[in-house]
């Protein structure tokens, strides 16, 4: 099958000999037992070389896209090439939510996982903190299932794509409930960095969007749960910034169309949530993007440091974006052990421009033990990524254990995690 791909920005071509599509889940034991060396692949959300291979890879997009609620266990269990949008409809219709989402639903779950992908909100995890259990088809073809009671759980959910191929995973549920976002506008830095934790606390989860082109957060994004027992009054002003009185999208020059319900009006979780509907193209489609989970206590002094460089950020950017995640035990999370305050930068699609402005905020925000994001560009060298995952040499240890032959690694996997012990030639010749 012919491995001409893209990932969805369209600034990674990957090199794989061939992709499989197995549509049961005999054949993907198949298909990963006579393969040499092969990744999983997701819906290509990815920016960085997180997914790509030069030898096979697998996707599980032909699988059937099974959604089983058990309500008596408030649980859900999702087959692995199932994506947020469908998962959430099954949900809801039967009565259920996820605590948050990213924002976007056009990804898969066990992508999403695998990356540590978060949505916002000081009480919510990443998403893969939903999860209970999981199996993946191992690289001798075999079906494992990890539970949140196996000792090494905490390294499993966000796995890089690296302990094997995901076909399933359950996830916590809650009883379905109703967001109501307002959006508000202008908001003074200075206002919002003096309030920062007040603000970004008032609701279920609040976005924090600037182009860095003047001291102002352009937009915030309160999302409220109409079940707060402080229910937001969505007519006023919010620590000095107004209500939108229209629909607004975070890129200024995309049509609000593409995104979410706004202006107070409640409507299901899964409705509000995320930022874009799942039949618009997300974001601003033509893009490149990076991301850090900055430790909460840091947050203010880091964004105080980008502001410092706001000259520099400004002409390459298309939006930045700032949330709050809550700490989790996960080994490879961006919120491992602490709570953080994540900034995003949704830069223009030029490299080059782009990478010297990463270098310049990889600096910036240096003092602050800054973890970028597995799925988003960095410039970091891999020691300093490497210090900053205090768990990584426990996850390569558990990936050593899972895949002793180094079936499932790829360059990425190399450079963060070391070479494999055995290279098999996985034939991932030169790094990026
Ligand atoms: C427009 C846009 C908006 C975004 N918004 C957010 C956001 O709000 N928050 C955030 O944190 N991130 C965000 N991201 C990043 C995105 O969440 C990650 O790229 C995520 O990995 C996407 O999932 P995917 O299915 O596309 O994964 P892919 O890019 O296809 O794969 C990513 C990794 O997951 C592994 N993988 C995929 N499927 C499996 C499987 N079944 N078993 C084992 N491993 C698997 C792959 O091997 C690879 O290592 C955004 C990206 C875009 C393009």
């Not at 890129?251 to 979410?260: D, K, N, R």
């Not at 990524?385 to 390569?396: V, W």
Request: charged residues 20%.
């Amino acid at each position: 099958m012919s491995a001409e791909l893209a990932n969805w920005a369209g600034n990674l071509r990957f090199r794989a000999r061939r992709v499989h599509r197995p549509t049961t889940l005999d054949e993907v034991r198949a298909v990963v037992a006579g393969a040499d060396h092969i990744r999983a692949l997701g819906t290509r959300h990815s920016f960085s070389d997180i997914a790509d291979t030069a030898a096979d890879l697998v996707s599980l997009e032909d699988m059937p896209p099974v959604t089983t609620v058990d309500a008596r266990n408030a649980t859900v269990t999702v087959a692995g090439g199932v994506r947020y949008a469908g998962l959430a409809r099954e949900l809801h219709a039967a009565g259920f939510a996820l605590p948050n989402m990213a924002s976007l639903p056009h990804i898969s779950v066990a992508g999403s996982c695998a990356t540590g992908t978060h949505g916002s909100g000081v009480r919510n995890t990443i998403l893969a903190g939903s999860v209970r259990s999981l199996e993946l088809v191992t690289a001798g073809g075999e079906l494992v299932t990890v539970r949140r009671d196996d000792p090494d759980f905490a390294g499993v959910p966000v796995n890089l794509g690296a302990l094997g191929v995901v076909t399933s995973l359950t996830l916590g549920v809650e009883p379905a409930y109703e967001v109501s976002t307002t959006v508000y506008l202008d908001l003074p830095v200075r206002a919002g960095l003096d309030h920062f934790r007040e603000l970004m606390s008032d609701a279920h989860s609040v976005c924090l969007f600037t182009d860095w082109g003047a001291p102002v957060f352009n937009q915030v994004w309160v999302m409220a749960r109409t079940d707060d027992p402080q229910p937001k009054s969505p007519g006023r002003e919010w620590f000095s910034a107004s209500p939108a009185t229209r629909d607004l999208h975070p890129v200024s020059t995309q049509p609000a169309a593409a995104c979410t319900g706004q202006r107070g009006v409640p409507g299901p979780w899964h409705t509000r949530l995320p930022h874009f509907r799942p039949e618009f193209t997300p974001s601003s489609g033509e893009e490149l993007q990076s991301e850090y989970a900055v430790p909460a206590g840091h947050a203010v002094a880091a964004l105080e440091a980008l502001g410092e460089i706001a000259g520099v950020i400004h002409p390459v950017l298309q939006i930045c974006e700032v949330r709050t995640v809550a700490a989790d035990e996960f080994w490879l999370s961006p919120a491992y052990g602490t709570d953080v305050v994540t900034i995003h930068f949704t830069w223009i699609p030029d490299a080059d421009p782009v990478r010297r402005t990463i270098r310049a905020v990889e600096a910036s925000l240096e003092p602050f033990r800054a973890r970028p994001h597995w799925a988003k560009l960095t410039e970091m060298p891999p020691e300093r990524i490497r210090e900053l995952f205090p768990r990584l040499a426990d996850f390569r240890a558990l990936a050593r254990r899972y895949d002793p032959g180094g079936k499932f690694r790829n360059d990425f996997t190399d450079r963060y995690l070391g070479p494999a012990t055995r290279r098999g030639g996985h034939g991932d010749g030169g790094s990026r």
